[in-house]
């Protein structure tokens, strides 16, 4: 599958300055070989703009695991979950992917993607509140049609690559309208790796449509002691395009820029 882009570093934010100019440009083309993809680096500190693929960095689709981020905000903040160790016991309904099939807290159904959890919360949320919350953290397309338990999965809701990280700059930032608890919380179950130079927090999302397409998301931050850098990228094809693939693809640029 042919790439289409190149990566562009962008001055301006596109949310200040939407007709920014690409500076220079580097090809990497090669991380992506195979799939359609795009990918968006923020640098905090010069308020400058990466991107691989600029025309398909705006291009809605569903965020689907990547939801768990705001899907925890809210139940923090709606005292659905009341930690990082809220348990929900499983129904006992044997799930295809083997981790699933017990107990869960918040940090450990963030790290495993488990769907049940977020699909109880987002029931005992109730859908005028989490309409009530999207609306005002402006999610994307804002839509939740879909239904309670499958709005974000492949379905009404959804999200480009530029709305992803401008939602996680917000977040970096304190910018939404939750509580420091509940931010501090989510920002530290998100931590995948930790060293003396760097935190690294991020999530993956994995989509597919039977015999069409599936896609993959992973989206965060990297922070050290004097910068951060707030990223997201998809990958999408006819088969094998998922969530764990976008993020090897993901940390492999990382290193490659020296940020890991």
Request: positive net charge.
């Amino acid at each position: 599958m042919k790439i289409r882009g190149i990566i562009s570093f962008v001055f301006f934010s596109f949310l200040l300055n939407p007709t920014a100019h690409s500076q220079s440009s580097l090809d990497l083309a090669p991380f992506f070989r195979g799939y359609e993809g795009c990918f968006v680096l923020y640098d905090v500190q010069k308020n400058s703009f990466l991107r691989f693929n600029e025309s398909r960095c705006n291009e809605r689709m569903s965020p689907c695991s990547t939801f768990k981020i705001p899907n925890s905000l809210i139940g923090l903040e709606c005292g659905v979950i009341r930690d990082a160790s809220h348990v929900f016991h499983w129904d006992g309904v044997q799930r295809s992917i083997p981790s699933w099939n017990r107990d869960h807290d918040l940090r450990s159904a963030l790290s495993n993607s488990v769907v049940w959890y977020y699909q109880k919360l987002a029931s005992e949320v109730g859908e005028s509140r989490m309409n009530d919350f999207i609306q005002k953290i402006r999610y994307g397309n804002n839509d939740i049609s879909g239904g309670i338990t499958q709005f974000w999965l492949g379905n009404s809701l959804t999200i480009s690559a530029n709305e992803q990280v401008e939602f996680l700059t917000r977040f970096y930032k304190n910018e939404l309208p939750f509580s420091q608890r509940s931010l501090d919380i989510v920002k530290e179950i998100m931590i995948l790796d930790r060293t003396n130079d760097y935190t690294f927090r991020g999530k993956t999302g994995s989509g597919f449509e039977s015999g069409i397409r599936s896609w993959g998301w992973f989206v965060g931050y990297v922070e050290t002691a004097k910068n951060t850098f707030i990223f997201a990228a998809n990958t999408e094809s006819k088969e094998g395009a998922d969530g764990r693939k976008t993020k090897e693809i993901v940390i492999q640029i990382l290193k490659r820029l020296s940020l890991l």
